[in-house]
């Protein structure tokens, strides 16, 4: 009986994840028998399903991580991911060799096929995929990368983290695979193509050692300042600063600021562009309204701290104790400018653009006006989950846009 190529293909969808689950059933059961000899030799920390996830590209993606520290040789560290996409039937892996020396300064060589997405800052992994899983809102878009790389993290102190990058990329688009979702029919919308190619990427950055959460670090910095350079396919050059502050102020009232300024230069491929528009950049305006290689985004939140909503006659409302009132306001700009002007060019207005890879030349103009929105939120706990209501203040006759985010301030 013969079987057919669609029928082999068909059953790979279910084999592939089935087999992945049954090598990590059988990692956890080795691990968890022969637990003492293990201890004895390494220190091993595995999730199960920590890196899966649901979108339009990849479907239902099932992953697995583990990280591994020999007991001899405690300055190694081995470091992998991986797992499979059913929507777009591929296999993902990560596989990372770190060594420390000299106190707590680090080097680290690594490898990988990855989905990638320049959008996990703007949203988590948790919450896309249950935006996607619910509502059929997938507010991310995709690329497949393939890389090698060589990391450097010289130990400076407890407050600062510097990083020395070099990693030779190749970009493929990816396609949108599903429309499924529990609620919601509409579509999904189309994921945004990035320009095939290989791209030699150094960086060197500088950031607080601070770690984001919707637990807010009060009173505190959080910086990022970023210098990037790419060739091959991509010649460009890049530079980038990224400032919040977290202020208390009385009470339970609570100010955050956000900066965002960021610069690229020859280079308009869509991998290197940066949007604005909907979640934690313009909140009143669609999502990915604005694009371009020249942005400056600038959001203001002020949390009440629940001085406000437990003086009015609301107790009927669930976890009435718990609720936070915030306002907010978010103004920004981004800019498509000539690739021969430099990074500190090119913010005061549009121009035309041109891709450098030999496919062709793509010709956009970009609005040089700031946009502007206010807002009012409502918050369960410090962020956990909020509900933010805002109105664009480019047009009279706007609808206010909202939006519900999880365990996400900004």
């Given at each position: 009986?013969?079987t ?48 899966s ?44 060799i ?11 060589l ?6 990638e997405s ?22 991310r ?44 029919s ?64 009385f009470?339970?009232?609570i ?5 965002l ?17 909907g ?32 003086k ?29 002007d ?19 030349c ?7 006006k700031f946009?502007?929105n ?13 509900f933010?209501f ?21």
């Amino acid at each position: 009986m013969k079987t057919s190529y669609k029928s082999l293909k068909s059953k790979k969808v279910i084999i592939i994840p089935l087999l992945l689950f049954v090598v990590n059933f059988s990692i956890l059961v080795a691990q968890e028998t022969e637990k003492e000899e293990e201890q004895s030799k390494f220190l091993n920390t595995y999730s199960f399903f920590k890196n899966s996830r649901y979108n339009r590209v990849e479907g239902l993606f099932l992953g697995f991580e583990l990280e591994t520290i020999p007991i001899k040789y405690p300055d190694f560290t081995f470091f992998t991911r991986w797992g499979y996409g059913i929507g777009n039937q591929r296999l993902r892996y990560s596989l990372k060799i770190q060594k420390k020396f000299s106190g707590e300064n680090k080097i680290s060589l690594f490898f990988k096929q990855e989905t990638e997405s320049n959008d996990h800052k703007i949203i988590g992994n948790v919450e896309n995929s249950l935006s996607s899983l619910l509502a059929r809102r997938d507010f991310r878009d995709y690329f497949s990368i393939k890389s090698v790389g060589l990391e450097f993290i010289p130990y400076l102190n407890d407050k600062f983290n510097i990083g020395f990058n070099c990693d030779l990329k190749r970009y493929k688009p990816l396609h949108k695979t599903t429309d499924w979702s529990l609620f919601n029919s509409e579509k999904f919308r189309e994921n945004l193509f990035v320009l095939p190619g290989n791209e030699i990427y150094v960086s060197v950055s500088l950031s607080s050692n601070i770690q984001e959460s919707f637990i807010m670090p009060l009173d505190q910095w959080h910086y990022n300042l970023i210098l990037e350079k790419g060739s091959d396919d991509f010649n460009h050059f890049g530079a980038g600063i990224n400032i919040k502050r977290y202020q208390l102020l009385f009470e339970s009232h609570i100010f955050v600021a956000n900066l965002l300024i960021h610069s690229r230069t020859k280079t308009a491929a869509e991998q290197h562009l940066i949007d604005l528009g909907g979640v934690s950049t313009l909140r009143g305006y669609a999502h990915k309204e604005f694009t371009g290689n020249r942005i400056f985004l600038l959001n203001f939140d002020y949390f009440f701290g629940r001085s406000i909503l437990q003086k009015l006659p609301l107790s009927f409302i669930p976890f009435y104790d718990m609720l936070d009132l915030i306002f907010f306001f978010d103004a920004g700009k981004a800019n498509v400018a000539e690739t021969e002007d430099n990074i500190f060019q090119g913010f005061n207005g549009g121009g035309i653009y041109k891709i450098e890879n030999n496919i062709g030349c793509i010709y956009s103009y970009s609005n040089n006006k700031f946009k502007s929105n206010i807002g009012a939120a409502v918050s369960l706990g410090q962020g956990f989950l909020r509900f933010n209501f805002a109105r664009r203040l480019d047009r009279k006759n706007d609808n206010f846009t909202f939006s519900l985010r999880l365990m996400r301030n900004l």
